[in-house]
């Protein structure tokens, strides 16, 4: 195991992918908020201010993690890689938890550092305009935290998609369609079925607000804990029925 955890390392490294995502987060970030917090006059910074992005870009991330977490693993069929995995190590579950743990790890960090720059540059902006901003939206550490979590759920799922469909552009296309376009108008159309899609049920782990009353919802929540257990019985069916069936593909 500790030889594969190497290899996942290795292959993180090597290859662009990792790099480029990273990138890609840096720019849907930082870029954008760079441009309001010197742009804007200084009483819109006082008064709304960027107060908000660095909850709308700990949204934006996962997305990209989940994309992230799809290349991963369609990479390693597109190029064979997979084939010399499989093996060293014939027990393909294996390989599987491992590049579950490490993307999950990854996703996580990422997601910390991202969180952490743009927090730094609302207030290295705010002292550099002379005004005084609220990078923290509002939001406590906790919802940070859990945040955070999705980030690594969310690229774990993106992992686990990607061992079960394979076809790299496909998957990425379909993922994205499903989470941003078709899961929001089943909300809207069947509320009661739409809270149970995967991608409503990650945001319901991070959700800054769970009223007890379920004024101004669409659908009753599920508890944090139970989306919390949900999302991961997702990532597990997934990963389960990818292992299931690569045990009954060739691979080469």
């Not at 919390?228 to 389960?240: E, R, T």
């Given at each position: ?14 290859t662009?992918?990792a790099?480029?995502?990273f990138?890609?987060?840096l ?5 954008p908020?760079?441009i309001?917090v010197?742009a ?5 910074l ?15 991330v996962?997305?990209?993690?989940l ?20 093996l060293?190590t014939?027990r ?9 743990t490490?993307y999950a790890?990854v996703?996580?960090l990422?997601?910390i550092v991202?969180v952490a720059l743009v927090?730094l ?9 002379g ?21 690594g759920?969310?690229?774990t799922f ?12 496909i998957t ?5 369609i ?7 108008i089943v ?7 739409g809270r ?11 959700a800054?607000q769970l009223?007890?009353?379920g004024a101004g919802?669409?659908f ?7 989306a ?13 029925a990818?292992v ?9």
């Open positions: 195991m500790t030889g594969l955890v190497r290899a996942e390392l290795l292959k993180l490294r090597s662009r992918t790099l480029g995502l990138i890609v987060i720019v849907i970030t930082l870029v908020l760079g309001l010197f804007l006059p200084k009483d819109l006082e008064e709304a201010g960027v107060s908000g992005f660095l909850a709308t870009a700990s949204s934006l996962p997305l990209v993690l994309v992230f977490g799809i290349l991963g693993m369609t990479n390693e069929y597109r190029h064979g890689t997979i084939t010399y995995s499989y060293v014939p393909r579950w294996q390989v599987m938890v491992v590049k579950l490490v790890v996703g996580i990422t997601m991202a927090y540059v609302i207030k290295l902006g705010g002292a550099v305009r005004v005084r901003i609220d990078a923290s939206g509002g939001s406590t550490l906790a919802d940070y935290a859990r945040q955070i979590v999705v980030a759920l969310t690229t993106g992992v686990g998609l990607g061992a079960l469909l394979r076809a790299q552009v990425v296309a379909a993922t994205l499903w989470a941003l376009a078709v899961e929001n909300v809207l159309i069947k509320p009661a079925v149970w899609l995967p991608f409503i049920v990650f945001d319901q782990v991070s800054t009223p007890d009353d919802m669409l009753e929540q599920f508890t944090r804990p139970q919390f257990a949900l999302s991961l019985a997702y990532i597990a069916v997934v990963s389960v990818a299931f069936i690569s045990l009954r593909r060739d691979v080469t």
